[in-house]
């Protein structure tokens, strides 16, 4: 089992920045990847972003150029730097750690921490 504790939500002003992390903890293997989802109400979750153990990283259009993804040094954290936020951006953010054991893949996800961009 895989254990993940996000923080760093909350409300911000549009245009201003915030920045989540995620921490995981248990069965992680050396192969993986994070990936930070959103959803909004009445939405579908969708991909925000996610950064593989090897370093690639791979962003929503939506997001491109204001948002970056980097995991930390002990490899089992990963960040999300939210830049020049909009109220579109406003979504329960939920991390994600996906990896394949024996040909199957597993995915585990965070509690969700909420994002509000309002003036």
């Known amino acids: 089992q895989v254990q993940l504790v996000e923080s760093g939500g909350g409300l911000v002003q549009p245009g201003g920045s915030l920045r989540l992390s995620c921490a995981a903890s248990g069965s992680i293997l050396s192969r993986n990847t994070m990936a930070w989802y959103r959803q909004a109400p009445g939405r579908q979750r969708e991909l925000v972003a996610d950064?593989?153990?090897?370093?690639?990283?791979n962003y929503a259009d939506s997001v491109k150029g204001r948002f970056t993804i980097s995991r930390g040094n002990a490899k089992n954290t990963v960040y999300l730097q939210m830049n020049s936020l909009k109220p579109e951006d406003t979504a329960v953010y939920y991390c994600?750690?996906?990896?394949?054991?024996?040909?199957?893949?597993?995915?585990?996800w965070g509690q969700g921490t909420q994002v509000t961009v309002s003036s």
């Open positions: 950064v593989t153990s090897a370093g690639s990283t």
């Open positions: 994600n750690v996906n990896q394949v054991h024996l040909l199957r893949r597993y995915d585990y």
